[in-house]
């Protein structure tokens, strides 16, 4: 969806699952759609750790768990904070279809998977690569209180733990970071520059 971004404030689910890879994140039996519906994108995100093969509720899954089911909307779950290697496996975009439909706005992790990074940012999800130190650190504050917040600023490029006061700051492309604050996707910048391409066709 797309959604421009300046200051994004929310509580977050954690999901300290190291090398938590794309068939986690969506199951290859959803591949076949290419339709991009949020819900049942949104619907497949982490599926089967949510629910065992008989579709019952796992109750122990940090998503199923009171503090962490409400559905994500503005300043509630938008974030994720992730174990190390986010993304890791297969190159498939439904894994960035499923947590943009999962709604889904950021997800903070020490590391992620090359592939799967560019397509969380061209799906409109931003990925934001903090230390260890401050993986850890936001892991223990969600751990003590579950409605904690954590503030992504984009337009300054710094993540801040709310609760404590530590801050970091985070790299981000200059052209996607143009894209998200404008909410333009590839095709849309084109677009927005066609007068701009074709004066320079036309003098070069």
Not at 64 to 85: C, D, L, W, Y
């Amino acid at each position: 969806m797309k959604q421009k971004f300046d200051i994004i404030q929310s509580s977050c689910i954690p999901i300290a699952i190291d090398n938590c890879n794309t068939d986690l994140i969506i199951p290859a039996r959803y591949l076949a759609s290419t339709a991009r519906d949020p819900k049942f994108f949104g619907d497949a995100f982490m599926h089967d750790l949510r629910f065992d093969a008989e579709g019952n509720v796992v109750s122990d899954f940090v998503m199923n768990q009171p503090a962490f089911s409400e559905t994500p909307r503005k300043g509630v779950h938008e974030i994720i904070v992730a174990g190390q290697n986010w993304g890791s496996g297969s190159s498939r975009e439904h894994a960035a279809w499923a947590i943009a439909g999962y709604g889904v706005r950021v997800v903070i992790s020490s590391s992620f998977a090359d592939i799967h990074r560019n397509n969380l940012l061209n799906n409109f999800v931003l990925p934001v690569v903090v230390s260890r130190d401050m993986q850890q650190e936001l892991f223990e504050t969600i751990a003590c209180d579950a409605n904690s917040e954590v503030k992504v600023d984009v337009p300054n490029q710094m993540v801040t733990n709310l609760t404590t006061g530590r801050s970091e700051h985070f790299e981000l492309n200059g052209y996607k970071k143009y894209c998200l604050m404008n909410a333009l996707d590839d095709i849309d910048f084109l677009l927005k520059n066609t007068d701009r391409i074709e004066a320079w066709e036309a003098k070069n």
